[in-house]
Structure formats: structure tokens, C-alpha cells
């Protein structure tokens, strides 16, 4: 989403002021992937960030969204402008992509997605040049080079806070789905991790991660965030790690379990997901959110970093045990329609598939590695993978 314009500090003594929620239209997306800089001899992880950001800022200006560093040097965050469409996001995307691309040929380097890089060793990362990246490192420590790994978030426009906090707490129940779709980190420093998203791993190590307050009304929520800022803990929204967590500068709500794909296709899609997903509570409503929905919420949210398509899902209503990949499917089929009336129907059907084939980029992941045995030679198929390549 665009970047808002900073806002005041508070006076001295004063807590920080939670920042107005700015309205924006309803089923809007904004999309960010975290990509992994490479180098092209061992397809181990290069610290290239700034390198990268010069030449793409020379070479291409007037890119839609945004191309800016992360936590570590290795690492590039890029950003969609606001979007009414997962097919907009996908065009936006791939032109950021191709600069990238662009970018790294002449720096004898690679770009690739997925949501850990599989052998990389986290005390050989470098803290990206930035004040606020400093002081995460001076707070976190050792977290914060741990901390270099790579997710999607994809935001949705909301008309009102109510409204989005409404939206943030029925999306909650998809998250294990949201997590199972993308996971595309089985292997952390040369292991297979067992897990299809050990990323969330490394989020969960961080204080204020988890999930967001059970709370319908704005007011109520601006009463959490004073609380808590009054202690000192958390100064601004971005203190929170939570799974899904308001943005009220841009006016959304910003879902954050994604695995960064292997593929700009299926970032769109996923993208696409959510916006039917969301499109699907406002036509229909077919739930309102509890307190008790969270009571499963941990589990569900463990099953699907664990075992991915195979994981088990406990309905938060009636408390049944089913396969998550059934309760996809049946989601999925809801989501049609919307699918075809927001343009979305391409991605929607292509996660239906794999849903189908029990198939996610951990998955493919793991099938190259047992083929090659190599888990260099499975990042420089996953780096021709981003570019377009089957």
C-alpha cells in the first residue's frame, strides 16, 4: 500500500498517539514479498541489499510500489501500490520483479522466493545500515539475524475500523489455511525442519507476536493500545508481530502468515484468496467472530506449520476434527463466484488444484532435494523458478 506521510512524535511524557484509522475502499489489496538476495557460486545468501537498491532506483525508475531493504542485508522487500485486484497485483509485481532481475544479472547475483532460505547460517547476516534496524538488533539480539526470513503480508482495504477489526477476527479462522497454501520453509540452516513453515518459528520467539485482542469496536481498541503503550512495551502498531494486525494509516488489515513463494503467480493468487475470502464475509456473513473461536486457534495454527496441506483443522464452532485440506476445498467452492466476479478465478483454481494434489512449494522444495541432494542446486532451481522457469 502507498506509504503514509509520518506523523508527529508525542510530546515529552506524552504516550504515543495510535494513528488515525484512514478509510480506504473495501476489498482493496496491497501485497509485499520479502525476497532472498543469492550469490551465484554457492546460492548461499548475499549481503547485496543496498547494492541492489542503487541500481534499481537508477535503472528503473517510475516502478509501481515500492523496492526498499529488510532486517538483514540479504534480504529486499517489494510492495504493490493499492490494487483492486489480485490480477493488478500480479502486474505490479512482475515489473518489480523483472527489475530485480534486471538488477541482479549485473551483480552476478540471484533473487528467490520461499520463506527460509534452506541453508543459510543466521550469525554469518549483517543488520541492515538503518536506525530502526539498529535498535531491533541492540532490543532483539541474536533474534534479529535469526529474524532473516521471508513472508508475505497482504493487506485489505477496509471502509471504517470497526469494520476491519470485524474483518481481522472472521479471517483468523483461515489462517491455518492462509499458512498451509504458501508454506515453503521446510529446511532452516541444512535440516529438513519437519515442519512446511518453520518461518512462523522465528515470529513466534518475538514478545508481542500472536494474535490481535478480541475486540469488535475501535474505541475498545484504542484503549488496548493506550494500555499498552503506557507501559513502555510498544510505541507504535509496528511493534506488534501479531499473525494479522490493523494498519490504520493505510486504512487495513494486514495478514502476515504467508511464506514468501516460490512464484510471483502464486503470491497473486494468495493475494486473491484473501480478497475472496474477504468478499465472502461481506456478501454472505456467514459467521460472526468469538472470543472462544481462539480457544483452537494456537493448534490450528501449529497443525498447519507442522503439516501443511495434511494438517489437522478443529472447527472453532462446533469443535469438530477434520483434515484442513477438506475444509480447503469446501472453502474454496464457496469462493467461486467471488472469484469470478473479482477477476481472481485463475488463482483460485490453481490453489484448488494443488489443494487437491496436496501440493505447496514446500513440497516441491522437498522433492528437488531428494532428487538432487543438493540443497544448492534446489536454490538455483528455486531462483530460475521466480524468474518465470518450470
Known sequence: MARPAALPAAGPGEPPALEPFRASAPLTLGVELELQLVNTHDYDLAPYAQEMLRLVEAESPGLPGSVVPEMTSSMIEISTGVCTSAAQARDELEAIRDALLSAADRLNIAVVGGGTHPFQQWHERRIYDKPRFRELSALYGYLSKQFTVFGQHVHLGCPDPDAALLMLHRMSRYIPHCIALSASSP?????????????????????????????????????????????????????????????????????????????????????????????????????????????VYTYNRFQACRFGLEAAYVDPASGAHRPLREHLLETLRSLKPYAQSLGAAYGVQMLAEDVEHGTNDARWLRERQQRERLLAEVVRQAAMKLRGHR
Open 187 to 295: 529446511y532452516v540452516q541444512g535440516q529438513d525442519t519437519q515442519f512446511d513453515s518453520a518461518r512462523l518459528n522465528s515470529v513466534s520467539a518475538f514478545p508481542m507476536s500472536g494474535r490481535a485482542p478480541f475486540v469488535l469496536r475501535w474505541d475498545d481498541f484504542e484503549r488496548f493500545f493506550q494500555k499498552t503503550t503506557r507501559t513502555g512495551v510498544v510505541r507504535s502498531m509496528k511493534d506488534f508481530y501479531w499473525d494479522i494486525r490493523p494498519k490504520p494509516e493505510y486504512g487495513t488489515i494486514e495478514i502476515r502468515v504467508f511464506d514468501t513463494p516460490l512464484t510471483i503467480d502464486r503470491a497473486a493468487a494468495l493475494a486473491g484468496f484473501v480478497q475472496c475470502l474477504a468478499a465472502w464475509f461481506l456478501d454472505a456473513s456467514p459467521f460472526m467472530p468469538a472470543e472462544d473461536d481462539y480457544m
